[in-house]
């Protein structure tokens, strides 16, 4: 059997809560995550996508339920053994990036191996500086790069501490192309070497990289579906409908709200 590495129970976010502006953007979620498994998580914008990831990695507290890593109930963990947790077992990628300005590409990546007490980081550092093509900007600071380059800075921030899971909020969002399967490749990779993930993305080809997909709507988790043994090809296909289907219910719900 294999170990559970996240496990979620009955969690539920409300922001403001006790105010006129309380929103539940998750509603009683329970999920596990094994080790070795890669996890996508697809819905529609709003439908919690972001609050699910922040939640069950430390980022945010749940307003009720519990979230279990390595075993370990976080919401038991003090502020520094968090802190400890987070640098040593995650490896975060998000959505817009967390690059700081005032440092270069070099040093943004440092960071993790600083928090870790690391010193001989050079090696690891040029390592992945090279496995995602950017070495020629390792002197400049993140207003001297583009997009898609702040955006592979963010993703080498993430790996370099050599994490165990790996969380990432819509990680292709802003590459082109060619950047997109190269990262899709590069986690394909880290995932076959037994590294956790679990990502968040709206584009069909990203998720058929995962070994699960779970689908999010109005907080709550709607569908699931696991990849199995159908090839690439089959499972992408099967995304396709499922979010052609969801897109239907909605387009069905919305006309009955104005009917
Ligand atoms: N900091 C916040 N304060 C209040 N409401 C929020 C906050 N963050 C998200 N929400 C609301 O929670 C819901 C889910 O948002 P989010 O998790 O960002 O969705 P997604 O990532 O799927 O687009 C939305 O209704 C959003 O408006
Ligand atoms: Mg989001």
Not at 92 to 110: C, G, H, K, P, S
């Amino acid at each position: 059997m294999s170990e559970k590495i996240i496990e979620v129970k009955h969690m539920t976010k409300i922001y403001n809560p006790e105010t006129r502006h309380a929103t539940t953007a998750l509603h009683d979620i329970s999920l596990v995550v094994k080790k070795g498994e890669f996890v996508c998580i697809m819905g529609t914008s709003g439908s919690g996508k972001t609050t699910l990831l922040n939640n069950l990695s430390t980022i945010d507290t749940p307003t009720k339920g519990e979230v279990y890593i390595n075993g370990k109930n976080v919401n038991h963990m003090s502020e520094s053994d968090l802190c400890k947790f987070r640098t040593n077992v995650l490896g975060f990628i998000f959505q817009n990036y967390n690059v700081i300005d005032t440092l270069t590409i070099y040093e943004n990546i440092r960071i993790p191996l600083l928090i870790k007490k690391e010193t001989d980081f050079d090696e690891k550092i040029d390592r992945i500086l090279k496995q995602l093509d950017i070495e020629e900007i390792k002197n400049k600071y993140p207003y001297e790069c583009s997009g898609g380059q702040v955006q592979r800075v963010a993703i080498a921030r993430a790996l370099v501490s050599e994490p165990s899971i790996i969380v990432a909020d819509e990680p292709t969002g802003n590459l082109d192309s060619h950047n997109s399967f190269e990262l899709l490749e590069l986690l394909k990779k880290l995932n076959q070497e037994g590294i956790s993930i679990l990502m968040v993305t709206h584009d069909s080809f990203v998720a058929s990289y995962s070994s699960k997909l779970l689908f999010l709507k109005d907080g709550e988790i709607s569908d699931i579906i696991e990849r199995e043994n159908m090839s690439q090809n089959e499972y992408y296909d099967t995304i396709e409908s499922m979010n052609l289907l969801e897109i239907k219910k909605i387009y069905f719900d919305k006309k009955n709200e104005v009917n």
